[in-house]
């Protein structure tokens, strides 16, 4: 079975919101590879906290996607106030002796749109409507990526990561079922301050 035969049977999606067929993306060669590690959204940290716990398997999960789709330029686009993420990515790379750069954004909204993140590393601009695919890239999140070193090993996707903040008594970060239940991930995280 291939690497885009092995994505599809575990249930990969992409992992950073759209839910776009991963397998799709794994099935085309391009030149860049391109991780979405600069999450933007406010609150959010899911991704530092992936980066920084499971960073040699993000770096895995990179180099099975860039061998099948052939990238020559492989990037992680991630802010540079991200410094502990930073430091395991680092060494991460530098224990798989991965081809694999960072490319370090400054803390602005949306540093980790899409469109900012190919424009910001290739220099090149999709097209009205189009995906990074049209410009011979490929764009994956981290969590994406942590689940394609997953799914080589057999191992489907049952789990997602989520942030938990806002009106919580403890933000935290957590890794749940798929269903998981909103009230009982706020529970994970203290419950809420806030009258029922």
């Known amino acids: 079975m291939n690497l885009v035969e092995k994505i599809k049977n575990a249930g990969v999606v992409g992992a950073g919101g759209a839910g776009f067929p991963t397998h799709v993306k794994v099935g085309a060669e391009v030149e860049w590879l391109l991780v979405n ?4 959204e406010p609150l959010m940290h899911k991704d530092k906290e992936i980066m920084q716990n499971y960073a040699d398997t993000i770096v895995q999960g990179i180099q099975y996607v860039a061998d099948h789709t052939k990238a020559q330029k492989i990037v992680i686009g991630i802010k540079s106030k991200n410094t502990q993420a930073i430091k395991s990515l680092n060494a991460a790379i530098d224990k798989a002796k991965a081809a694999i750069t960072l490319h370090e954004f400054d ?4 540093a ?3 469109y900012e993140i190919v424009a910001g590393i290739t ?3 999709m097209p009205p ?3 990074p695919l049209d410009i011979g890239a490929v764009v994956s999140n981290v969590e994406t990526l942590y689940n394609i070193a997953h799914a080589v090993d057999g191992k489907p996707v049952t789990n997602k ?8 008594k403890q933000p935290v970060t957590v890794y749940v079922p798929v269903g998981t239940i909103y009230e009982d991930v706020i529970e994970l995280a203290g419950g809420s301050p806030l009258p029922a």
């Open 161 to 168: 990561f989520l942030t938990v903040a806002g009106a919580v």
């Open 37 to 40: 590690a600069a999450e933007c």
């Open 129 to 131: 409507g189009g995906i």
């Open 107 to 110: 803390d602005y909204y949306p």
């Open 112 to 114: 980790g749109d899409e």
């Open 123 to 125: 220099g090149k601009l």
